[in-house]
């Protein structure tokens, strides 16, 4: 089992920059990916920004240039510093792993956080 914790939510106005924080207690596994989620009110989950054990980086479309994400191996974190915030980024972001094997469509080890509330007043 694993489990991951986020930290660093909060309210912000537009314009304004917060960093989340994510700590896995889990195994990690050679082939990785780490990722954090938004789930803005009334909508479905979204990819933000995601890290795989390789080092690569991917961003969704209305982040790019605002958001950066980073991990730290050694301390199993994962961080999303956010920057000019928008009263869109307002919602729940979730923090997940994903490792082991990748196979039809599914990861062998998939686990998310509670989610972490970001509200933007404007």
């Known amino acids: 089992q694993g489990e991951l914790v986020e930290s660093g939510g909060g309210l912000v106005q537009a314009g304004g920059s917060l960093r989340l924080s994510c700590v896995a207690s889990l195994t990690i596994h050679t082939t990785n990916v780490m990722a954090w989620y938004h789930r803005a009110p009334g909508l479905k989950r979204e990819l933000v920004a995601a890290v795989t054990s390789g080092g690569v980086k991917t961003y969704s479309d209305s982040v790019k240039g605002r958001f950066t994400v980073s991990r730290n191996l050694a301390e199993r974190t994962l961080i999303l510093q956010m920057d000019n915030l928008k009263p869109e980024d307002t919602g729940v972001y979730y923090c997940?792993?994903?490792?082991?094997?990748?196979?039809?469509?599914?990861?062998?080890?998939?686990?998310w956080g509670q989610g972490i509330q970001v509200t933007v007043s404007s």
């Open positions: 997940n792993y994903a490792g082991g094997i990748y196979s039809v469509d599914e990861w062998e080890y998939d686990y």
